[in-house]
């Protein structure tokens, strides 16, 4: 079994600096991945209710505490409240959905999924007959009043934040009870997030990157987008360091400090993926991979279609 460190979180609690990512995985694919994860040694495991893949998470999850593998305490588990709860009543709610499909007493790790609401009560993706999202009034500062609900009724461990700018951030930790300890974020080479990890890192919050080695099978992708592990430069130093491409980019964000958590059901590339802590790139390797950030012109989860909501967060640098 592979070791992986972990992150200290600002209350304590310590996060494993790599994970296994779950968007997007398949149903009748993820249960499988998950157990052979945790059987080579990841113990941080990134989910969420919209994913609707949960139930199986749980399965494999459930099943590899069974045989003796690992304990619930040896475990992480994020999951986060989507858009359509944002109401402070509904956070429990959707939470406790959450703990019944995984099958778990508690959560490790809870996040606002997005910064904007949708409307409640209307299911999980309100539209009007033209397609457009009915928008909620609630504020995400609402929310945050019911994810610390969520902390005080012993069902999550830590709460966080995930796709928020630095303003929204801000306004979090100035109103909240309990501070938010991660800011899950995309981030990979092409969108490097310096300013967005140097703000979280003087704040004390940890930052987890989602799609680290990019987002290529995202549905919206098109033909014409570049491909992150087919830039010539980044295949130059994975030979150099007789690496793989994606060896190298997880490697990059792991020497800053940022958690990763990339995707896949299949299981050599979960296994390699893993295989990244017993490497260095030198410096003048890691300017060259942040040499590549091109901002929102290579953001993949832009969500366009709710650009006008209030509370949409990238119409801020960071």
């Known amino acids: ?17 790599i994970g296994l990512g779950t968007w997007k995985s398949k149903s009748g694919e993820v249960c499988n991945a998950v157990k052979y994860a945790i059987s080579i040694g990841y113990r941080s495991i990134d989910c969420a209710y919209i994913y609707g893949n949960e139930k199986e998470v749980g399965e494999a999850v459930r099943a590899k505490m069974a045989d003796g593998t690992v304990k619930r305490e040896d475990l992480f588990i994020t999951s986060k409240v989507w858009n359509a709860y944002h109401r402070r ?3 429990l709610k959707n939470l406790d959905v959450s703990l019944e499909r995984l099958g778990l007493e508690y959560i490790d790790l809870y996040l606002i999924h997005w910064p904007m609401g949708v409307k409640e009560d209307a299911g999980d993706f309100p539209k009007d007959p033209n397609g457009k ?21 012993g069902k999550v461990k830590s709460i966080g934040l995930s796709n928020f700018n630095s303003a929204q951030i801000q306004e979090v ?6 501070k938010p300890v991660n800011l899950q974020i995309e981030l990979n080479p092409y969108l490097n997030q310096m300013k967005l990890v140097e703000f979280c890192k003087e704040r004390g919050i940890t930052v987890t990157a989602y799609s680290p080695l990019g987002s290529g099978d995202r549905p919206w992708a098109k033909p014409t987008d570049p491909k992150l592990l087919e830039d010539p430069k980044i295949v130059a130093i994975a030979e150099k360091v007789n690496r793989t491409p994606a060896q190298v980019v997880l490697n990059w964000s792991i020497r800053r400090g940022v958690a990763v958590i990339p995707k896949s059901v299949t299981e050599s590339r979960i296994l390699s993926n893993f295989q990244i802590f017993d490497f260095s790139l030198t410096d003048d390797d890691m ?3 942040q040499s590549f950030d091109g901002g929102d012109k290579f953001r993949s989860c832009v969500l366009e279609w709710v650009s006008d909501h209030p509370l949409y967060p990238f119409h801020i640098p960071f």
Not at 1 to 17: E, F, R, S
């Open 287 to 289: 300017l060259v991979l």
């Open 1 to 17: 079994m592979l070791d992986t460190p972990y992150l200290t979180l600002n209350n304590g609690c310590k996060m494993p600096q």
């Open 173 to 178: 930790i100035d109103a909240a009870r309990i």
């Open 89 to 91: 009543d509904l956070v």
């Open 133 to 153: 999202f009915y928008y909620s009034d609630t504020h995400f500062l609402d929310t945050w009043k019911g994810m610390e609900d969520a902390v005080d009724a």
